[in-house]
């Protein structure tokens, strides 16, 4: 029986493989119509603008700012 295979430390995520466009386009479209930025990624699906939020690479997270309205992905520490 073989282990499971963990995932990969943070350091070894690669976060610049990660496209981040369907998620800045989804935003920009939610600002143009609602006026407002999104309360958070989830908001993108439910209105429709997004099937799914895109899969990040294990070991990685989407960090979202309501306030400016960017997304980044960052390493899980």
């Not at 690669?14 to 407002?36: C, F, H, M, W």
């Not at 993108?44 to 603008?49: D, E, I, K, M, T």
């Amino acid at each position: 029986v073989s282990p499971t295979p963990m995932p990969p430390p943070a350091a070894a995520v690669d976060l610049q493989s990660v496209d981040l466009t369907p998620l800045r386009e989804a935003i920009g479209k939610y600002q143009q119509q609602y006026k407002q930025n999104p309360f958070g990624l989830p908001d993108l699906v439910r209105s429709g603008l997004l099937k799914e939020l895109p899969k990040v690479p294990a070991g990685a997270r989407f960090q979202y700012d309501r306030v400016k309205g960017t997304v980044t992905v960052e390493a899980i520490r």
